[in-house]
């Protein structure tokens, strides 16, 4: 195996899959080199509820991936999901010491807007900066160099359970890995599918899972609001499993294979095979009964995410639609029906902007994994420019700061 260090690895443990993305950087953005996907199982609704498969799946998600892109990898980017993480906007203000908006001044705002009352069983995760303020002017996204006496930020905090997260971490390091950032899958989702102008003038990203349905609300290129609802494709399959009373792998099969999520969609000629429980004859049935079985449950989801936006307050604003991602954005039909729900436009969302295996991961459940490796480049690039900076001893570049701003927030 190689001896490379200039990859990066995003790993998302997911409720149904754990999936490993290696890549390098190249000038147009992320080169993917490698790839590995194990089913998970070890988790529900998001959280780890067993650490051996957990782990065992970690380890050959990495292994195929690493085996692939020709690496050794030791340490990744993590994603965490799961009904126990929480988003929220807060806000802080300080003086401004010397007239002029410097870089403590910011950190220090920061510091004081992500510093929201914990209770003990949870732990803060990551800080999304929304809007500065310097006295009376509002609205400024970089407030270096302005003249005031008083700096506000608002901010998004995302924070989860302590007891999710160390178990979590538990199964990467049980897995020999180091952890080299932790990120919540919601916003490493809209890393890798959203473009700018959709965060500028409002957009809807959901992340439909096996088991959990991540809501991500951006506005005004912020981070406004997220949410996890414990539902997601396994719901899907177990309702066709009890439906066409075949098994749940079976269930999951023709789910995939031959779901619908809008009955008027389907042929009413068409018909499925479906295996039965108890060793009995399989049965022959309609295309179009599967739909009528998978339509109420998905439409039931998308419902929830149309009432979690009207409760966020930001259902006016989402002038550039919905965007939906995440293995069940794959089920046939769904956009129709989320466009009837929401009465706005809507894409399925897969990872943007990357080169190399991109085949591979041009589809929405490779979404969380790609973001992560996003992420992970921000951070790396924001390291090696503190170290030139140190050893030039030069001002910041717009750049170089920019990019050591995205880093300290994601991790
Ligand atoms: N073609 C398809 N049609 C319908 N559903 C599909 C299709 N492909 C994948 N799915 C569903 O997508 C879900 C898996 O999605 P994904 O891999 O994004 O979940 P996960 O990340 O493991 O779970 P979670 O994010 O909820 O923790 C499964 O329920 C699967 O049945
Ligand atoms: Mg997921």
Redesign the pocket.
């Known amino acids: 195996m190689g001896r490379r260090d200039d990859f990066v690895v995003g790993l998302?443990i997911?409720?149904?899959?754990v999936?490993a993305v290696v890549a390098e950087a190249d000038e147009k953005g992320v080169h993917i080199t490698g790839i590995g996907q194990a089913d998970?199982l070890g988790?529900r609704?998001?959280t780890v509820v067993n650490i051996e498969s957990t782990t065992r799946a970690i380890q050959k998600a990495i292994d195929d991936a690493g085996r692939m892109a020709g690496c050794e990898v030791g340490r990744v980017y993590v994603s965490v999901?799961?009904q126990h993480l929480e988003g929220s906007n807060s806000q802080g203000v300080v003086a401004i010491k010397d007239g002029e908006v410097s870089e403590d001044d910011r950190d220090r705002v920061l510091d004081a807007a992500r510093a929201i009352k914990l209770s003990s069983d949870r732990e803060f995760l990551q800080m999304l900066p929304q809007k500065f303020r310097v006295d009376d002017t509002e609205g400024i996204r970089d407030p270096i160099g302005i003249t005031g006496v008083r700096l506000e930020a608002r901010v998004h905090v995302i924070t989860g359970a302590k007891a999710s997260l160390q178990n979590l971490r538990r199964c990467v390091i049980q897995s020999e890995l180091d952890i080299a950032g932790i990120g919540a899958?919601p916003l490493a989702a809209s890393s890798a599918t959203l473009y700018d102008d959709e965060k500028e003038l409002g957009v809807v990203l959901v992340?439909?899972?096996?088991?959990?349905?991540?809501v991500s609300i951006w506005h005004d290129d912020a981070l406004v609001h997220t949410a996890v609802l414990p539902f997601?494709?396994?719901h899907?399959?177990s309702d066709v499993a009890f439906g066409l009373r075949t098994p749940r792998a079976e269930a999951?099969r023709i789910?995939?294979?031959s779901?619908c999520a809008t009955v008027h969609l389907v042929d009413e000629e068409d018909i499925i095979e479906v295996p039965s429980v108890g060793g009995r004859q399989p049965t022959e049935q309609s295309r179009q009964f599967l739909a009528e079985i998978i339509e109420p449950r998905v439409s039931e989801i998308l419902e929830m995410v149309r009432e979690e936006v009207r409760k966020s307050g930001y259902q006016e604003l989402l002038a550039s639609g919905i965007v939906l991602t995440?293995?069940?954005a794959?089920?046939?039909g769904i956009s129709d029906m989320a466009e009837e729900i929401f009465g706005t436009p809507v894409r399925i969302g897969v990872p943007e902007n990357i080169s190399g295996l991109k085949d591979m991961v041009a589809d929405?459940?490779f979404s969380?994994a790609v973001g992560l490796v996003k992420h992970g480049f921000a951070a790396a690039e924001s390291a090696q420019f503190e170290a030139y900076r140190r050893s030039q001893n030069s001002p910041m570049n717009w750049l170089g700061e920019r990019m050591r701003r995205v880093a300290s927030i994601f991790f």
């Open positions: 998302d997911g409720t149904r899959h999936r998970g988790l609704g998001g999901g799961g899958s992340d439909i899972g096996a088991g959990t349905t991540d997601g494709g396994n899907v399959t999951e789910k995939c294979r779901g995440g293995g069940t794959n089920l046939e929405p459940s969380v």
